[in-house]
Structure formats: C-alpha cells, structure tokens
C-alpha cells in the first residue's frame, strides 16, 4: 500500500516539475523581451542625439561682429575743405606767466632790499602750467572743426550725414524744443560764450551744435549739410 499510494506521489511531482519547466521558458522569454524592450529606446536615444551634435558642429555659435554705421566718418584726406575752424583756446594765455614773472622781478630789482628770486621763478612756473592745463583743455574739449563732410565738436567727430535737419535762429518769443537739447560733445550743455545751432540726427534726437560765431558757423554749416544731402563730392582735401 506504500509503495502504491507513493506512486501517485511519484506522478504528480512530475507535472509538477514540468509545470515549473513550462514556466521557466516563459520567464526567459520576458527578460529577453525586457532586454531587448530596454535597448531600443537606448538606441533611439543614440540616434535622436547624432543629429543634433552634427547640427552643433555644422552650425557653431560664432560671436556676432559690430554693425558697420549707417554713415561711416571718411578718412582724412576725404573730408574735403575746412569751412570753419575755433580752436577753442590760443596758446598766447601761456605767455602770461612768464611776462607776470619778469614784471614783479622787475620791480623787486628795482626796489629796495633782496631780490626775490626762487619765490618769483616758482610763481611763473605756477602761472605757466595752470595756463597750459587751461589752453589744452579748452582746445580738446571746446573746438569746432566744420569740413565739407565732417563736424567735429569737441572730442566728437560725426558726418554731416548723420544729420538730417538744421533748424533756423529762433527770432521769436516762444522757446523752440532744440533749444532745450543737449549739446553735441561730451560737454552737458553749450559751453560758455557760445551759442547753439538746432539740428535734428537721423535717429530722431534733437540736439544743439555750438559755436561763438554762432552766425557764420550755422550759414557754413547749413551750406555743407546741403551739399552733402545732394551728394556733391568735396571740392579737395582739408587744409
């Protein structure tokens, strides 16, 4: 009777067994599918990112160059004729402290007593370079140089055809916008013992050109804005 009743055992632990084989194969099947599941999107990864390093290679970020100026300043010999000139500061001022010097010199030889002579040579030497500091500055930062194609207002030199319009002499009562704009220049405002001349750029902005012959300075350049409107060359090159 054992050995009967352990038979039946005996054969259900077989299909037990090939249940478990049926099963196993199966299991091989998933993980290969799961493989092979995990290595596409992989390689569509691979492949979506090939494109896009050759477009960064075919289009690389290169810095982008400055704008060239709608009106470039022409070169030197370009220019044309010098209409109108203020040097804004004459070196004579720097005379005045030697001539300062030998006076008070003059007086204290004549005089009584000691001659002075370190304490007055150090006074004209101050005089001197207070004057040359002052006449440097004022022709730098207070000239006005008009050419035919050029003007140039202090340290700023721009081309006649950055402007586009030149407004008349205000003769009336009311206050014109222009005479409320700002100086051309690196100077705030019209520099002292000048007077200004309205004249609109090509970007819209008011703004004052100066001068202390104001009067001859606006004829010349509204003579010079015009030529350069109707594209009339420069009769020869500046002086």
């Known amino acids: 009777m054992s050995s009967a009743a352990d038979d039946p055992a005996d054969g259900s632990a077989e299909p037990a067994e090939s249940a478990d084989s049926s099963v196993e194969p ?33 289009d690389p970020e290169e810095p982008a160059e400055p ?33 300062l010097a030998g006076a008070v ?3 204290d030889i004549a005089g009584p007593g000691r001659v002075h002579w370190l304490w007055i040579s150090v006074l004209g030497a ?26 140039q207002q202090g340290t700023l030199l721009m081309a006649l055809a950055d402007i586009e319009k030149i407004y008349p002499a205000n003769n009336g009562a009311e206050h014109e916008k222009w005479e409320s704009a700002p100086a051309l220049g690196e100077l705030a405002g019209v520099p002292r013992r000048r007077k200004g001349v309205g004249v609109k750029l090509v970007d819209g902005k008011l703004a004052q050109a100066w001068a202390r012959d104001v009067e001859r300075f606006r004829q010349e350049l509204t003579e010079a804005h015009l030529a350069v409107q109707l594209g009339v060359s420069p009769r020869g090159p500046s002086s």
């Open 67 to 99: 704008e060239d100026p709608a009106n470039p300043i022409p070169a030197p010999e370009d220019r044309g004729e010098t209409l109108f000139v203020e040097q804004g500061g004459s070196w004579w001022v720097v005379a005045i402290g030697p001539v």
């Open 105 to 107: 010199l003059a007086m």
């Open 126 to 151: 101050i005089i001197t370079l207070f004057s040359i500091v002052q006449v440097y500055a004022a022709r730098r930062h207070v000239g006005v140089e008009l050419t035919e194609t050029t003007l």
């Open 26 to 58: 199966e299991g091989d099947v998933g993980s290969e599918e799961s493989t092979d599941g995990n290595k596409a999107p992989t390689d569509e990864s691979e492949e979506a990112a090939q494109p896009e390093q050759t477009a960064d290679l075919a």
